[in-house]
């Protein structure tokens, strides 16, 4: 009997403790399930806003975000294919097209700040004060100056393609020449023009943020054509059911709400705003 006895407990106490830790196991794997795919840019990711307001939307929701930090076009790209469960960039049109398509949910603004025509003091192309971004660009094109551009269908590449056309410039032609087409992000092209003492247009977050400035300095900015907004969508779980939809539009809530857009206007480098939200509730 003492040996059925001592069978009993060697066969009945792991049992019960694997019935006993299994909730636990579930829990675990249910909390490490509890994240968002983020597809977004890399001017959010490089100016340091998502180091900044993520930390705080996890906190309130226990709700972890993985930011993928592409440009504005590879980002609609991935949430086309499924690869993400929010979108949050910045060219307007195409996330309304996002939309119509059926592939996101319902755009909403989130914030903006301004796009900014950087360069080297010794300017080149004398651009330093210019009000017209357009007509900027248009002399930097005849004095034939180095210009470093993203070339990367991002949101920004999309709006200095803008004005270059607005100048009746098409700077595609002389790329590898004076034109350099870097295919990579705000921060890596930042750094090529101030290798190649280029000019290069970007957002205003990034350049604020940027370590490496040397002896640029913003020659270009106020002109209204500069605007930069940025947007946040679901990504259908219709077109894609694997999508998160009650946490991405946990997401997309609490950067909407009071909250987050106070999390987003207190985020400052050496005492200046980068981004200055402006989501309208409701809609």
């Known amino acids: 009997m003492a040996v059925i006895a001592f069978l009993h407990r060697r066969t009945i106490l792991p049992l019960l403790a694997t019935l006993l830790l299994a909730p636990v196991a579930a829990v675990g794997f249910a909390a490490?399930?509890?994240?968002?795919?983020?597809?977004?840019?890399?001017?959010?990711?490089?100016?340091?806003?998502?180091?900044?307001?993520?930390?705080?939307f996890t906190e309130k929701t226990g709700i972890e975000v993985r930011v993928v930090a592409v440009g504005t076009g590879q980002a609609l790209k991935n949430a086309r294919n499924g690869d993400g469960d929010v979108v949050l960039v910045h060219s307007k049109p195409d996330e309304e097209k996002f939309v119509a398509?059926?592939?996101?949910?319902?755009?909403?603004?989130?914030?903006?700040?301004?796009?900014?025509?950087?360069?080297?003091?010794?300017?080149?192309?004398?651009?330093?004060?210019?009000k017209d971004a357009d007509h900027a660009l248009k002399k930097?094109?005849?004095?034939?100056?180095?210009?470093?551009?993203?070339?990367?269908?991002?949101?920004?590449h999309k709006a200095e393609l803008s004005l270059w056309k607005q100048a009746g410039?098409?700077?595609t032609k002389a790329s590898g020449d004076w034109y350099l087409e870097t295919g990579s992000g705000m921060g890596a092209t930042l750094n090529t023009a101030v290798g190649k003492h280029a000019y290069t247009f970007t957002d205003r977050g990034t350049w604020l943020s940027f370590g490496n400035k040397s002896d640029f300095e913003v020659l270009v900015e106020g002109d209204p054509t500069l605007f930069n907004q940025y947007g946040v969508t679901l990504v259908s779980p219709e077109k894609h059911p694997r999508v998160k939809a009650k946490q991405g539009q946990a997401f997309v809530d609490w950067l909407t709400s009071a909250e987050g857009q106070k999390a987003i206007a207190s985020y400052k480098i050496d005492g200046k705003q980068l981004f200055f939200p402006n989501a309208r509730p409701g809609t």
């Open 140 to 156: 930097i094109a005849e004095a034939e100056a180095p210009f470093a551009s993203r070339g990367d269908d991002s949101g920004t």
């Open 169 to 171: 410039v098409d700077p």
């Open 32 to 56: 490490q399930d509890d994240f968002i795919v983020v597809q977004s840019t890399t001017s959010t990711q490089n100016s340091g806003l998502f180091d900044h307001i993520l930390p705080k």
């Open 101 to 130: 398509e059926g592939w996101g949910v319902k755009r909403h603004d989130v914030m903006y700040n301004d796009f900014i025509v950087v360069g080297p003091a010794s300017d080149p192309a004398g651009i330093a004060g210019l």
